[in-house]
């Protein structure tokens, strides 16, 4: 679950004020909004890397407002994928059970695990300059779920690629979030997207979220675990 209770941030004349939604475990929840309008700084104060002036952030009922980033427990996916030029696949879908010092046998199951439900076995050996624009997004995906995250935020990540390339990665996020049930936070420009991927609607305006609404294939869960 990801709450969020009377939010407030303010960055020079930008202010957001008294943002509050909830995404319960294992929906996902689709941030739309104009560029500028505060989409990107929600998803940060979400992950840590901005902090609120006031009001709470909850995962899975734990208030994590004053917590580091990595005890969040959020996979993140950037929209340009971050990926480091010189690690190849296979390191990246093992970066972060690397830093939490998980035994090698159990990365090397989470890897092939990965690569397989991702469709990338055949790229392990590759750098990110080997890759198409497609391939580096599924990377990035999977280097954020490495660790069975408990939430999955995602800032715009296919607004690079070609439409028909769009269409396929959205169908995969899809699949994976449906296998995995990993509670997701999504921002996208595109309506297509939020079509094939939302449970929840949430648009932003002014500062406020001045829409929120389940969509037609939603179906309300507890809103306890993640």
């Keep these: 679950m990801i709450q969020l209770e009377n939010i407030c941030i303010q960055a020079g004349e930008f202010r957001l004020t008294d943002v509050s939604f909830s995404i319960p475990s294992g929906g996902c929840g689709v941030l739309m909004g104009?560029?500028?309008?505060?989409?990107?700084?929600?998803?940060?104060c979400i992950i840590g890397l901005r902090?609120?002036?006031?009001?709470?952030?909850?995962?899975?009922?734990?208030d994590v407002t004053q917590l580091n980033p990595a005890l969040r427990g959020i996979g993140y996916v950037p929209q340009d994928g971050a990926l480091f030029s010189k690690m190849n696949v296979s390191d990246h879908l093992a970066f972060a059970l690397l830093v939490r010092k998980t035994p090698r046998k159990q990365i090397d199951e989470r890897v092939d695990e990965l690569s397989t439900l991702l469709?990338?076995?055949?790229?392990?050996?590759?750098?990110p300059p080997g890759l198409s624009g497609g391939e580096a997004q599924r990377v990035s995906l999977g280097r954020a779920l490495s660790f069975r995250p408990n939430v999955l935020c995602l800032d715009e990540p296919l607004?690079?690629?070609?439409?028909?390339?769009?269409?396929?990665?959205?169908?995969?996020?899809?699949?994976?979030?449906?296998?995995?049930?990993?509670?997701?936070?999504?921002?996208?420009?595109?309506?297509?997207?939020?079509?094939?991927?939302?449970?929840?609607?949430?648009?932003?305006?002014?500062?406020?979220?001045?829409?929120?609404?389940?969509?037609?294939?939603?179906?309300?869960?507890?809103?306890?675990?993640?």
């Design 51 to 62: 902090r609120c002036s006031s009001g709470s952030i909850r995962i899975c009922d734990v």
């Design 119 to 127: 469709g990338i076995s055949h790229l392990l050996d590759r750098t």
């Design 34 to 44: 104009r560029t500028g309008s505060g989409k990107t700084t929600i998803l940060e």
């Design 159 to 226: 607004s690079a690629l070609d439409s028909e390339t769009r269409h396929e990665m959205c169908e995969l996020l899809d699949s994976v979030r449906q296998q995995t049930q990993v509670t997701t936070l999504y921002v996208t420009h595109n309506p297509q997207e939020a079509e094939i991927l939302g449970d929840h609607l949430l648009r932003i305006d002014g500062g406020r979220i001045v829409e929120e609404k389940w969509l037609k294939r939603a179906q309300p869960q507890a809103t306890t675990g993640a």
